[in-house]
Nanobody
Framework: VQLQASGGGSVQAGGSLRLSCAAS????????MGWHRQAPGQQRELVAV???????NYADSVKGRFTISRDSAKNTVYLEMNNLKLEDTDVYYC???????????WGKGTQVTVSS
């Protein structure tokens, strides 16, 4: 599975960005796609995830501000990020998981920078 992420960039606090991640290759029926983020020297943490049946899960820090969605026909997941805060500055990574096999695939990170 290959993942192509896009949409990162720089924005002022309170602004919005939208990340996209398209999966290609051997796509399995039962999967989850989502976003993690990682600051230098820190562990990668979950931001949001959505399963093939549409179930979602969010980190507490982004609930009410971020929305994850997917277009299953395009094998693409989106992360709408609103009311961005300085602490949202990180490298964001797209992840695809085969739910039955438990295999993870990662995309290249995309930088999100929020400034005051």
């Amino acid at each position: 599975v290959q993942l192509q992420a896009s949409g990162g960039g720089s924005v002022q606090a309170g602004g919005s960005l939208r990340l996209s991640c398209a999966a290609s290759g051997s796509i399995s029926r039962f999967n989850a796609m989502g976003w993690h983020r990682q600051a230098p020297g820190q562990q990668r943490e979950l931001v949001a995830v959505i399963t093939d049946d549409g179930s979602t899960n969010y980190a507490d820090s982004v609930k009410g501000r971020f929305t994850i969605s997917r277009d299953s026909a395009k094998n693409t997941v989106y992360l709408e990020m609103n009311n961005l805060k300085l602490e949202d500055t990180d490298v964001y990574y797209c992840k695809y998981r085969r739910l039955i096999a438990g295999t993870d695939y990662w995309g290249k990170g995309t930088q999100v920078t929020v400034s005051s």
